[in-house]
C-alpha cells in the first residue's frame, strides 16, 4: 500500500513519559517516570463507585457528566477556588484533566492559531496543540526557580495569538504562580484579548505555606478564562480518567458538543465514586496531603543533591527537575537511560519538555510513591554507583 498516516500524526510522537515507562518495565526497574500516583485511594470514593455500580449508574450519562459530580465540583470551586459556575451550564466532566484540554482545545481554537506556553512544559498540552493544527509559541523560564518577564511575552504576541496556556502547580517543573504573576499575566491576556487555559490538576499539592488562585477569579477573567482540573492525583485514580473544564456559558456548550463526540461521557460508576469524594473528605485530608508530599519531596531531593544530581525544589505538584549534566551522554534520553540501567530507576528525558537544547541537562522524576517505593530510590540512588 502507499497510503500514509494523517498529516496531523506526522508531527505526533509517542509520549517520553510513556516510553521510559516501558524501558523501565522491560528491564524490572522502579518507575519514577510516569506520575502514576500508586499511593492509597480513600476508602470513600473506591466504595462509592463499587456501589454505584451495584445501583445501575452502568449506562451512559449526560455528555457533561452526571449532576451529582457537576453539582459537587461546582460547590468546591466556590469553597476551594472562589469560582462561582452553574453546574447546568459551565462544568463539563470529561475525559481526564487531558482529555478536558484536549476537548477546549478543539472548541475554542482553529488551525494557525497561537497559543502561549512556558518552558519546560507538559508535553501533552503541546501534543493536543499540535492535533488540532494551532501553533504552540513557548516562553523561555529560568532554572531554578523557574522565572520570566513581561517582556518575553510581549516579544511573542502576535495577531494570531489566540491563547495562553497557566499550568499552576506546574508539570514538570513544579512552579507554583504567585498571585502577582497571575495578575500581570490577566493584565496581558486582557490587553491582548486572549483565552487563558489553565491547567490546575495539582491544585492541591502545595508546599511551604504557599497557596493556590485560580486564575477565573480575579477581575476580568471569569469570561476568557478555561478552568481545567480533576481528581486523578487528588484522589490516587489516574486510571479513572475523570477530568472536568469551567467556563462561562458559550465556551462551555462548544467543549460539550467537542467532549461528546471524542469521549461520549466519562464512566457512570467512576463519577459517582469522585463525586463521594468530594462531599465526604475533609479539608484536613487535603492538608495532610500536602505535608505528606513535602515530606517526599524533601526526603527525595536531599538524596538527589548528596548524589550529585542537582534539583530545582518544586514548589508544588509531584515532580522534581534533575540537572543530570554530569552523566554520559549527550541528550537527556542517553543519560536517562543511563541511569536506568546503572540503578533501575527511570526518569523521563528532559526533552519531552524542553524545545531547544536545555533538555537535555535534565532528567524529571515523580514522587507519587508508595513510601517503601521512595525508600528503595532512595537507596538505589545512594548506593549505586554512576
Not at 505538584?317 to 543530570?324: E, G, I, K
Request: hydrophobic content about 40%; some cysteine.
Amino acid at each position: 500500500m502507499t497510503r500514509t498516516v494523517s498529516r496531523r500524526m506526522a508531527d505526533l510522537a509517542q509520549s517520553e513519559i510513556r516510553a521510559m515507562t516501558q524501558a523501565c518495565a522491560s528491564l524490572k526497574g522502579l518507575n519514577m517516570a510516569q506520575g502514576v500516583c500508586d499511593t492509597p485511594v480513600p476508602p470513600v470514593v473506591l466504595e462509592g463507585a463499587e456501589r454505584a455500580i451495584r445501583d445501575g449508574y452502568n449506562v451512559y450519562t449526560r455528555f457533561d457528566g452526571l449532576p451529582e459530580l457537576r453539582q459537587a465540583i461546582a460547590d468546591k470551586l466556590v469553597h476551594y477556588n472562589g469560582i462561582e459556575a452553574d453546574p447546568e451550564t459551565d462544568v463539563t466532566v470529561s475525559a481526564g484533566a487531558t482529555g478536558a484540554f484536549h476537548c477546549a482545545s478543539a472548541a475554542l481554537l482553529d488551525p494557525g492559531d497561537e497559543v502561549i506556553l512556558f518552558e519546560p512544559y507538559y508535553q501533552y498540552h503541546i501534543s493536543a496543540l499540535v492535533a488540532v493544527e494551532a501553533v504552540p509559541v513557548v516562553v523561555h523560564m529560568q532554572p531554578p526557580a523557574w522565572t520570566y518577564s513581561l517582556p518575553q511575552l510581549e516579544e511573542v504576541v502576535t495577531s494570531k495569538t489566540k491563547a495562553i496556556i497557566v499550568n499552576s502547580p506546574g508539570n514538570p517543573s513544579g512552579k507554583v504562580f504567585t498571585r502577582t504573576e497571575l495578575e500581570t499575566l490577566a493584565d496581558f491576556a486582557c490587553r491582548h484579548d486572549l483565552f487563558v487555559f489553565t491547567d490546575e490538576i495539582y491544585e492541591y499539592f502545595l508546599y511551604d505555606g504557599r497557596s493556590h488562585v485560580s486564575m477565573a477569579t480575579l477581575p476580568g477573567m471569569a469570561e476568557r478564562t478555561i478552568t481545567i482540573g480533576g481528581y486523578s492525583k487528588t484522589f490516587s485514580v489516574t486510571g479513572w480518567r475523570i477530568g472536568y473544564s469551567v467556563a462561562a456559558k458559550p465556551w462551555a456548550g462548544a467543549i460539550g458538543a467537542m467532549n461528546d463526540l471524542l469521549y461520549v461521557c466519562a464512566p457512570g460508576p467512576l463519577q459517582i465514586g469522585v463525586a463521594r469524594g468530594i462531599r465526604s473528605l475533609p479539608d484536613g485530608f487535603y492538608n495532610d496531603l500536602a505535608l505528606e508530599y513535602r515530606r517526599k519531596r524533601d526526603r527525595f531531593c536531599d538524596v538527589l543533591t548528596k548524589v550529585g544530581l542537582s534539583p530545582s525544589i518544586p514548589q508544588g505538584a509531584y515532580y522534581v527537575l534533575a540537572d543530570v549534566s554530569r552523566l554520559p551522554g549527550d541528550t537527556g534520553k542517553a543519560r536517562a537511560m543511563y541511569l536506568l540501567g546503572k540503578t533501575g530507576v527511570a526518569g523521563v528525558p528532559g526533552e519531552a519538555f524542553f524545545s531547544g537544547d536545555t533538555g537535555a541537562h535534565f532528567i524529571r522524576f515523580s514522587y507519587a510513591k508508595t513510601g517503601s517505593d521512595l525508600d528503595d530510590a532512595c537507596r538505589r540512588l545512594t548506593h549505586d554507583k554512576f
